[in-house]
């Protein structure tokens, strides 16, 4: 299963999927791209507690995945 968590100003989402099902992949996937088109960084988390990294583009192989608000500096 795979795991999209978006964190936000109302709290916390979580989007689940199963890699098998094309239609929860696709749905997870726009909810992916959407968010990064609006400036949201994407991490993918690697078990074992392993550093993870930044990610483009949606990987529905992922375990999970972090969206968060873009940084605004001033």
Do not use: H
Not at 4 to 11: A, M, N, P, V, Y
Not at 25 to 52: C, I
């Amino acid at each position: 299963m795979g795991e999209l968590r978006i964190l936000g100003k109302e709290g916390d989402t979580k989007v689940i999927w199963d890699p098998e099902n094309r239609d929860e992949v696709k749905a997870a996937r726009e909810q992916f791209d959407a968010l990064k088109g609006k400036g949201f960084l994407a991490f993918e988390v690697k078990n074992k507690g392993d550093k993870g990294s930044e990610i483009k583009k949606f990987d529905p192989e992922a375990g999970k995945i972090i969206l968060t608000p873009p940084i605004m500096g001033g």
